[in-house]
């Protein structure tokens, strides 16, 4: 279906809210769906798909209609262009104009048949620059993985053993690729002790407009058995500060730290529960720091040990947006990582107090 509208004019918009295939763009944008719709799967299937009748007179109809509207929010995103230029002295007015030309942005395109299509089919490789795809992205996130994620956290008790409470803002997604395991962790998994030998990777998906702002991030185990008092504390697994990450950079891997060697303000050192702790809970907070300025207090020769996080994030005023969390447990792999990192033999813990 040829189109001269606004959805096809990338003078003012990003390629990247166009299918780039050419055969499926032919076949979303037409009516009969020459080549079948996208949700079978196989050929068989499609070669048999036939398409509703009136579908060809209806389709065009609507697609029109949907595409008008979206030309009407871009003549007022162009009124609110001129509106940004002429406060560019006053802060709170311009951040008010910017987010609502974000929302304008996304309702322009949340009908956008090609949109649509690559939200469903290539969420990996989202613009996420674009507001429409962080929208629909975040709707997502919404319906299921940050419930899932509260849910874990408050179930395990993350909170409040580790911060008092948390208001999710972004996404935090955790992988070990270390492994060739390319799959992320669901919150809570119990996790071999060979599977987090080695740092992970994390995703932290923004989803309102951010360039370079500043992160800060920590791995706690709060379970450590602390004898002295026949109860626990909380050991630091791993300190990050002052990482950069934007809507485009949103990774934090191997490749990053090398970038920015003093993000690492303590090395990560591996979960290895000693025998008969029980599972550990591995916390991982993620922060926005206080106005994208460096970390105030960050010291090379932190103790990890009795580790007081509220006293580090308080005395940071690190603002906690998001939050994963796995466990671990004693294994037997578990002895070939503490030689790995030059820990002494691992205690065995018995029932009765010796």
Known sequence: MASTGIWSNFAKRSQSLAIKNKLIKESVLSPSLPHGPASLKSKASKVKYVSPIGMDKIYPLAYEILQKNSENLYNEIESIDSAIQSSKNDSVKLQELKNKKNELLAAAEENNPEVVYNSLYSTNSLDRSQPVYRKILEDKWKSYSRMLTMQRIESLAIIPDTLPTLEPEVDVKLRFPHNNIETYVEPGTVLSSNVSSKPPALEIVEFKEVENELYTVLIVDPDTPHLAVDGYSTTLHWGLKDVPLSNLDYTIDAKKLMENPDSEFV????????????????AVWV??????????????????????????????????????VWRSIWDRNTEKVRELYGLPKGRIFTRERL
């Open 267 to 282: 090395e990560y050192l591996a979960p290895t529960p000693e025998k008969n702790t029980g599972k550990h809970r591995l």
């Open 287 to 324: 922060f926005r720091q206080k106005d994208s300025q460096p970390l105030k207090e960050a010291p090379k020769d932190l103790r990890r040990e009795f580790f007081n996080i509220r006293e580090f994030v308080e005395k940071n005023e690190l603002q906690p947006i998001g939050a994963h």
